[in-house]
């Protein structure tokens, strides 16, 4: 079976388990959306659906986070280590990591400095009653994230999307947004185009409208490509005619 075989599988199995689960009250407060998310995620990585959904995997603001617990277990199955160092207490956590197959080594830490920095250290919640916990948390998926991807995948740790203060953006949503900003010049070309073809320029802007696509730069890059097609060659005609006026001018000009 295919990789893409195999993932229709999934899909099609994660969606049936959703609808058995949905008849399930405390299920069906999540809504079929975390439950299929949540599944597809567990499949990704060969957790077992049982211990995604109780307690292992949590859906937040539409990606997935991983329980501590669940993180460390999948690191250590695989047989790499984590190591706490000694200096380690509620207000820092240093952690140090290696791997089995390359012997990488890597070590990284979380305080409670950077907590209240990112604005997620606050009264009431689990930052001021289990510190020592918190900060495991984070130092692990730090490091988890630079020596261990292959283990944890696209995860973050549990709390790390779902107490970010409303408007924080998460790190891959921050790499996201510098990529896309990256890729504007790229861009600019067929912009700068249109502004010489008005007609064009409407046309291009009531489709984007139609298809709910916002700007030039979240539009797909096969359909980039073939409007920034479509619009060099509508330039040339209208350059082709352009110059065909001159000359008949020129022409004209000489004659009288």
């Known amino acids: 079976m295919t990789k893409q075989e ?7 199995t994660s969606l049936k388990t959703c609808d058995s689960l949905l008849k399930i009250p405390s299920f069906a407060k999540l809504g079929k959306d975390a439950l299929f998310t949540v599944l597809i995620h567990a499949h990704s990585l060969d957790i077992d659906p049982v211990t995604a959904l109780s307690g292992g995997l949590f859906y937040a603001r539409g990606k997935v986070e991983m329980s501590a617990r669940l993180m460390n277990a999948l690191i250590r199955s695989r047989g790499h280590q984590v190591l ?7 207000r820092v956590c240093i952690l140090h990591g290696k791997r089995a197959d390359s012997g990488d080594t890597l070590t990284q830490s979380f305080s409670l400095e950077e907590a209240k920095s990112a604005g997620i250290y606050r009264a009431g919640t689990p930052w001021t009653a289990y510190p020592k916990d918190m900060l495991f948390a984070r130092a692990l998926s730090r490091l988890a994230r630079q020596l261990f991807p292959d283990v944890i995948g696209n995860f973050y740790v549990q709390g790390e999307i779902s107490e970010l203060p409303r408007g924080v953006v998460t790190l891959d949503e921050e790499e996201e947004s510098i990529e896309l900003e990256e890729q504007k010049p790229e861009r600019l070309e067929l912009t700068e185009i249109l502004e010489k073809l008005p007609e064009q320029k409407q046309k291009v802007s009531d489709f984007m409208a139609k298809k709910g696509i916002k700007d030039l730069f979240a539009m797909p890059e096969a359909l980039y490509s073939k409007i920034l097609a479509q619009a060099k060659a509508e330039l040339e005609k209208e350059q082709a005619k352009s110059e065909a006026v ?4 020129e022409v004209l000009g000489e004659e009288i």
């Open 6 to 12: 195999n993932f229709l599988k999934a899909v099609e």
């Open 84 to 90: 706490m160092d000694e200096r380690s207490n509620d």
């Open 246 to 249: 001159e000359t008949e001018s």
